[in-house]
């Protein structure tokens, strides 16, 4: 168990940390939108990112698994790392890295397609098209997204005909199936209900066993719920990061304190 | 006050101009294709459909010409679609914004604006001369493929920039390559949209005449073709070749022939619409 | 693996691209080369000026005027007819009619481009002419008339469509901003949708003209084979189209003066339709800006 308050001890990989951010500077054309962004995730926690919109969170997250890349005048400088290994470097492979790192985006974004072929598109595409072993991971990853039990006795309907929550988790689903060792979040749940996103937020909390998960979110209420450590951006620049209760209670910045307690955002 | 009422009054009249203009342009298609059935409809039946064409109007036929036409589809169909929606593909998902990707633009947007019958004249030296395919159903159809490839690359452009980012993202981000995204997400989520343009410009194709008279195809075959290197006619050339005759057999021919011809047209046009109304109000998008 | 895959990709996609690019210099390089040919032994000057063209018979003379006079004729007639019906279509179909009419209608008016031209052309000869011989007297049996209103007829989805697409793209604001003063739905339309949408109408305009001048098989069937210089539309007359048909279907020797001139001819044909097409382009191009 970890202790409520104080220090958490990072759990650290082979000495590095999972995901890793040096002095990282992010421009879109001549418009600098992350300034100088230095920040560390350990392994199997849940980090959020806060802070009000077109504050760069969004870009940042994307660093992690170059979805940047396809931003026109996109241009980076500073290294980003994940499991000590710059993953920008010359002869990195893109397709390898998203394996490794998977993401669910703001909406829900089902392939208009069965939900079965939803999971299962990430292994196909991989080369894997043998029955079983398709079978036994759509199966497992649709129970680790919670979402099973609603769906098992339909997987040939098409993913569209889902209501906005079932289709995040079979969104989350898909992602597992790839059997990625971090994922990352862009407000997963921004557009749903109240009850659809207490499920994602507790879907969330079982995943931290066994992933490293980074959530951006504009929802304060949600960062204090469910991550370990939070970060806050504002205007490109990461303010401060620390222990999610030490934010939310005692932060060091002025400007944290600001958006925490709701004076802008 | 009285102003006003003399607008109203315009206002109403215009209202009725409209609505004149509109009906006019479909009343002139109905009197026109009623001249035709009433002309030629008679004239079609088993033998007329499979008669080789004679100089005696009541044995000619068109069989070599719907035979031909029926080719040309074929082989146009065959070589335009993977050219044309490969090239759409290239030119929304892999070409980047720069001069190369403006000068592919604006030579389409002129491509698709230039008359038939210059194709014919590129069609009669690239393909009947410099390759030596004389006039032959392939040259034909390598013409005809080129004129309509304008459409196809556009309609094949705006179905896939219809598709949702979020599901390209999608892909990228389960570890997808970029053709794997375009193959397996892209194209079939924009596929009916694609086939509806792709019948479109094939509808075009089969009724062209001119760059096929450039191109060589002969008014009078009297054989079937058998090989895509055979010499050919297809069904606007026979009506043309009718229409110029004389004698009324040959006009009441040609009015015959036009039906077909027209049926054919018309319901390529009715499936790609029924596809593309379909498709409507299946996407979620 | 995956790697040199995607990489061939690419590459043949990008080949499928380049093909448009050949075709245009293909189109550019033959009509400059074989024209060239023709002008070694026709001089432009007479090309410009010479009042007749008459290439197949004994006595050639090569003034593409004559040409170009029944091209411009029939061009006229057909814009005549297609302008002001195309754009009665086009307001009445984006201002006044009901949804659902326009929904069933626009379909059956894309029909009237979908028709072979070979069809139309059928259809002046044997219907239209015959109609205008009865009230008009003096109408040959090839005439401009005919072939010019048919190929109006033709052309009217080409105005009616992108201009209702023009007029459809005026922001609705501006139009309440003028029936907010006052004005009929008529006066709203003449004096604020139009003239916002006058670059949308235009280009579709000029590239109806373009189609126009362009068309063969209608001109070739109905308006005659007899250049001249004439702007009379009852009398029959050649168009630069109709003339490389006429070459093409009879027996000319390849490589002969007379042969060659049908690349004098289309390079002509081309040029035309290339300005008009690359005018209406790039006014399209300005107006999209403009509104989005």
Redesign the interface.
């Known amino acids: 168990m970890l202790k409520e308050s104080g220090e958490m001890k990072d759990r650290i990989k082979g000495g590095s940390y999972m995901l890793e951010s040096k002095n990282v500077n992010v421009f879109y054309g001549d418009k600098k939108v992350l300034q100088d962004v230095t920040l560390q995730v350990p392994e199997n926690t849940v980090t959020a990112l806060i802070g009000p919109s077109g504050c760069g969170k969004s870009t940042y997250l994307r660093l992690f698994?170059r979805?940047n890349d396809?931003i026109?005048n996109f241009r980076k400088e500073g290294d980003i790392l994940i499991d000590g290994k710059d993953i920008y470097r010359k002869d990195a492979e893109i397709?390898?890295?998203?394996?490794t790192v998977?993401?669910v985006?703001q909406?829900p974004?089902?392939?208009?397609k069965s939900i079965y072929e939803n999971v299962a598109?990430?292994l196909?595409?991989?080369g894997i098209n043998n029955k079983d072993v398709l079978d036994e991971a759509v199966e497992k990853s649709i129970k680790k997204a919670a979402l099973w039990d609603e769906v098992k006795d339909d997987l040939k309907k098409n993913a569209?005909a889902l209501s906005g929550g079932q289709q995040q988790r079979l969104?989350i689903a898909?992602?597992l199936a790839?059997e990625p060792s971090i994922i990352l979040m862009d407000e997963p749940a921004s557009a749903l209900d109240p009850i659809s996103t207490a499920k994602i937020e507790s879907l969330i909390y079982e995943l931290k066993q066994n992933y490293t998960i980074v959530v951006v979110t504009h929802n304060m209420h949600q960062a204090g719920r469910i991550s370990d450590k939070t970060g806050f951006f504002y205007l490109g620049e990461l303010v401060e990061f620390g222990d999610t209760k030490q934010i939310f209670t005692n932060p060091k910045n002025k400007k944290t304190e600001n958006y925490i307690s709701g004076r802008f955002g | 006050m009285n102003n006003a009422r003399v607008n109203r009054i315009k206002d109403v009249l215009f209202k009725y101009f409209g609505i004149v203009c509109t009906l006019s342009g479909l009343i002139i298609l109905a009197i026109f294709i009623l001249n035709i059935l009433i002309d030629g409809v008679q004239r079609i039946d088993w033998s007329f459909m499979s008669s080789l064409p004679s100089r005696f109007p009541e044995r000619a036929g068109i069989l070599t010409a719907w035979t031909g036409t029926f080719w040309i589809f074929c082989l146009t169909a065959a070589i335009a679609i993977p050219i044309g929606v490969g090239a759409g593909v290239y030119l929304e998902e892999y070409s980047k914004k720069g001069w190369l990707a403006n000068l592919l633009e604006i030579n389409i947007a002129n491509l698709a604006g230039v008359p038939s019958i210059i194709y014919g004249i590129l069609g009669l030296e690239v393909f009947v001369r410099i390759l030596g395919f004389g006039a032959s159903l392939l040259a034909g159809s390598l013409t005809l493929a080129l004129l309509i490839l304008p459409i196809i690359i556009v309609a094949t452009r705006e179905a896939i920039r219809a598709v949702p980012k979020t599901i390209k993202e999608a892909s990228f981000a389960l570890g997808a390559t970029k053709w794997q995204t375009i193959s397996r997400q892209v194209l079939p989520a924009s596929a009916s949209s694609i086939i509806t343009g792709i019948i479109l410009a094939l509808s075009r194709a089969v009724g062209e005449t001119a760059p096929l008279i450039v191109v060589g195809a002969l008014a009078y075959v009297p054989f079937v073709a058998k090989t895509p290197m055979d010499e050919f006619t297809v069904l606007p050339m026979q009506i043309f070749n009718w229409v110029s005759r004389p004698q009324h057999g040959f006009t009441i021919n040609a009015a015959a022939a036009i039906i077909v011809l027209l049926c054919f047209v018309f319901l390529m046009i009715g499936i790609a619409v029924y596809i593309r109304n379909r498709a409507q109000k299946k996407n979620p998008w | 693996m995956l790697k040199i895959k995607e990489y061939i990709i690419e590459k043949a996609l990008f080949m499928c691209a380049l093909i448009t690019v050949l075709t245009t210099a293909g189109i550019i390089l033959i009509l400059t080369v074989e024209a060239f040919s023709f002008f070694r032994n026709v001089s432009l000057y007479d090309f410009f000026t010479d009042p007749q063209w008459t290439p197949l018979y004994s006595e050639k003379h090569f003034g593409i005027l004559s040409l170009l006079a029944g091209t411009f004729l029939t061009t006229v007639i057909a814009i005549m007819v297609a302008l002001p019906v195309g754009m009665g279509i086009a307001i009445y179909l984006s201002e006044y009619a009901p949804r659902s009419f326009r929904k069933i209608i626009k379909p059956l008016l894309e029909l009237l481009a979908a028709v072979p031209t070979v069809v139309y052309g059928f259809f002046a000869l044997m219907v239209v002419t015959p109609f205008l011989q009865n009230i008009i007297p003096g109408v040959s049996g090839f005439n401009a008339l005919s072939a010019g209103i048919v190929m109006g007829v033709m052309i009217i989805p080409f105005i009616s469509s992108m201009s209702e697409d023009a007029l459809h793209a005026v922001p609705k604001s501006l139009r309440e901003a003028a029936y907010g003063m006052g004005s009929t739905r008529l006066q709203t339309v003449f004096r604020v949708t139009i003239p916002s949408a006058s670059s949308g109408i235009t280009a579709s305009t000029i590239l109806a003209i373009s189609r126009a001048i362009g068309e063969t098989m209608i001109v070739t069937i109905a308006a005659g084979q007899m250049p001249g210089l004439t702007l009379n539309p009852l009398k029959p007359v050649q168009t630069i189209t109709a003339y490389i048909v006429q070459v093409s279907s009879g027996d000319v020797q390849f490589g002969s003066l007379e042969h060659q001139s049908i690349f004098a001819a289309g390079i002509s044909l081309f040029a035309l339709t290339f300005i008009l097409n690359s005018v209406s382009f790039w006014i399209k191009k300005k107006y999209r800006i403009q509104y989005e």
Not at chain 1, 95 to 99: I, N, S, T, V
């Open positions: 698994n979805m396809y026109e397709e390898e890295l998203r394996k998977g993401m985006f909406k974004n089902p392939f208009p598109y990430g196909r595409i991989q569209l969104c898909r992602t790839v």
